[in-house]
């Protein structure tokens, strides 16, 4: 089993940037694949970004490509969500997922795939 906290939210004006982490434990985070998503309010919860167990894959929404980064260490058990170029809608509570995986290039990008949650970190950009 995995707990995931999150951590590094607030608030910065567009253009600005943050970066959250999201803090894991358990003894075999390497075996997790990682997630990023996000909920607006009165919005659905979107996927923002994948990573595979290893590190070695990653994938993203389009309206986040080419301005968020996803990473991971597994050796200190956490993932990292590097955002940049921040926009007003990217407003949201940010929550980072995780679910077991043997499959070392294998990414989930809906989130009803992953099992474990963390509590969620709002991030707001003021325009």
């Known amino acids: 089993q995995v707990q995931l906290v999150e951590s590094g939210g607030g608030l910065v004006q567009a253009g600005g940037s943050l970066r959250l982490s999201c803090a894991a434990s358990?003894?075999?985070?390497?075996?997790?694949?990682m997630g990023w998503f996000r909920q607006a309010p009165g919005k659905e919860r979107e996927f923002v970004a994948a990573i595979t167990s290893s590190g070695g894959i990653t994938y993203y929404a389009d309206s986040v490509k080419g301005r968020f980064t996803i990473s991971r260490d597994n050796a200190k058990k956490t993932g990292d969500l590097q955002m940049t170029r921040l926009k007003p809608e990217d407003t949201a509570v940010y929550y980072c997922?995780?679910?077991?995986?043997?499959?070392?290039?294998?990414?989930?990008?809906?989130?009803?795939?992953?099992?474990?949650w963390g509590q969620g970190t709002q991030v707001t950009v003021s325009s």
């Open positions: 358990g003894r075999t985070f390497s075996t997790y694949a």
């Open positions: 997922a995780a679910r077991p995986s043997l499959l070392f290039s294998v990414y989930y990008s809906t989130w009803d795939e992953y099992r474990y």
